[in-house]
C-alpha cells in the first residue's frame, strides 16, 4: 500500500456509496516539472518511505454534477505501516452526514462497517478491487510511480508557498489534483470523474505518532448483520 498517496486517494474514491520520474522531457515526456527547488514527485516518495502512520480529521465536498446536489462528508483517517507484527492497516471512518467505518487491512481484506443499515460488509481486497468500475481502478494504480510516469500525464506548479500536482491519466477517467504544503505533504485534494467532483481537505494531522493497538480491530457488539462478498 503506498501510504500517503493511497490514503488520500481512498478519501477521494466514492467508497461511501458502493520509479522515479524524471524533470526532462527527454525521459519522461509526460511529466513536466515547472522551475522549482525540488521534485514534488520526489518528495512525496521521500513521506511515503518515512511516514510510520497517519492521523488527521479532514472534510469532503462531494458535488453531483448531473443530479446538481451537493453533499458534506466530515471524518478521520489512521494509518498504520507494517512493523513487526503490526499490519499494515488503513482505517477511515465518516461521521457526518451518515456514520460509516473503511478499515483495510495489508490489501488483503476491506471491511465496511453501516451503522445505518445495520450492516457489516466484508470483502477480498483483491475481489472487491475488481468490482469497482474501470476509473476507480486506475485510481488504485496511482501509488505506483513508474506506472504513473507511462500512464497519466503530471504536471507540477507553485501556488504561493503550496505546491500543486495534476494527474492526467491518459486513457481518462478522471482527473486528481493534489495541494501540497511547503513541507511538500499532501493537504487537499480534489478528484474529477466527470459527473462527480469530490475535494478533500486535511486537518489536525498527526505523523508517526503511535496508534491505539485495537484501532483497526471493529467489535460487532451490537450484533449487526455481516454480509461477505
Same mark, same amino acid.
Given at each position: 500500500?503506498?501510504?500517503?498517496?493511497?490514503?488520500?486517494?481512498?478519501?477521494?474514491?466514492?467508497?461511501?456509496?458502493?520509479? /522515479?520520474?524524471?524533470?526532462?522531457?527527454?525521459?519522461?515526456?509526460?511529466?513536466? /516539472?515547472?522551475?522549482?527547488?525540488?521534485?514534488?514527485?520526489?518528495?512525496?516518495?521521500?513521506?511515503?518511505?518515512?511516514?510510520?502512520?497517519? +492521523?488527521?480529521?479532514?472534510?469532503?465536498? /462531494?458535488?453531483?454534477?448531473?443530479?446538481?446536489?451537493?453533499?458534506?462528508?466530515?471524518?478521520?483517517?489512521?494509518?498504520?505501516?507494517?512493523?513487526?507484527?503490526? +499490519?499494515?492497516?488503513?482505517?477511515?471512518?465518516?461521521?457526518?452526514?451518515? %456514520?460509516?467505518?473503511?478499515?483495510?487491512?495489508?490489501?488483503?481484506?476491506?471491511?465496511?462497517?453501516?451503522?445505518?443499515?445495520?450492516?457489516?460488509?466484508?470483502?477480498?481486497?483483491?475481489?472487491?478491487?475488481?468490482?469497482?468500475?474501470?476509473?476507480?481502478?486506475?485510481?488504485?494504480?496511482?501509488?505506483?510511480?513508474?506506472?504513473?510516469?507511462?500512464?497519466?500525464?503530471?504536471?507540477?506548479?507553485?501556488?504561493?508557498?503550496?505546491?500543486?500536482?495534476?494527474?492526467?491519466?491518459?486513457?481518462?477517467?478522471?482527473?486528481?489534483?493534489?495541494?501540497?504544503? +511547503?513541507?511538500?505533504?499532501?493537504?487537499?485534494? %480534489?478528484?474529477?470523474?466527470?459527473?462527480?467532483?469530490?475535494?478533500?481537505?486535511?486537518?489536525? /494531522?498527526?505523523?508517526?505518532? %503511535?496508534?491505539?493497538?485495537? %484501532?483497526?480491530?471493529?467489535?460487532?457488539?451490537?450484533?449487526?448483520?455481516?454480509?461477505?462478498?
Amino acid at each position: 500500500m503506498k501510504k500517503i498517496l493511497l490514503s488520500v486517494i481512498f478519501l477521494q474514491a466514492p467508497v461511501f456509496a458502493e520509479t /522515479v520520474i524524471s524533470t526532462t522531457t527527454s525521459t519522461q515526456p509526460s511529466v513536466v /516539472v515547472s522551475t522549482m527547488d525540488a521534485n514534488p514527485i520526489e518528495k512525496l516518495k521521500e513521506w511515503d518511505s518515512n511516514l510510520k502512520s497517519l +492521523k488527521a480529521n479532514f472534510s469532503q465536498e /462531494v458535488f453531483f454534477k448531473t443530479a446538481e446536489i451537493k453533499e458534506n462528508i466530515d471524518g478521520s483517517i489512521v494509518y498504520q505501516k507494517a512493523d513487526g507484527e503490526k +499490519k499494515e492497516s488503513l482505517k477511515i471512518s465518516h461521521y457526518k452526514p451518515q %456514520e460509516q467505518i473503511i478499515i483495510i487491512s495489508s490489501e488483503k481484506d476491506i471491511t465496511i462497517v453501516k451503522p445505518a443499515d445495520k450492516q457489516i460488509v466484508k470483502s477480498d481486497w483483491e475481489k472487491w478491487k475488481a468490482s469497482l468500475e474501470p476509473k476507480l481502478k486506475g485510481l488504485m494504480e496511482f501509488g505506483n510511480y513508474s506506472k504513473l510516469a507511462t500512464d497519466a500525464t503530471i504536471t507540477t506548479s507553485k501556488d504561493g508557498d503550496n505546491t500543486k500536482i495534476n494527474i492526467n491519466p491518459k486513457a481518462g477517467g478522471y482527473t486528481l489534483i493534489l495541494k501540497l504544503n +511547503k513541507d511538500y505533504f499532501p493537504v487537499e485534494g %480534489e478528484l474529477d470523474m466527470g459527473d462527480t467532483l469530490i475535494k478533500t481537505y486535511l486537518k489536525d /494531522v498527526q505523523i508517526n505518532s %503511535e496508534i491505539d493497538k485495537g %484501532e483497526f480491530n471493529y467489535q460487532n457488539t451490537k450484533k449487526f448483520e455481516v454480509l461477505e462478498i
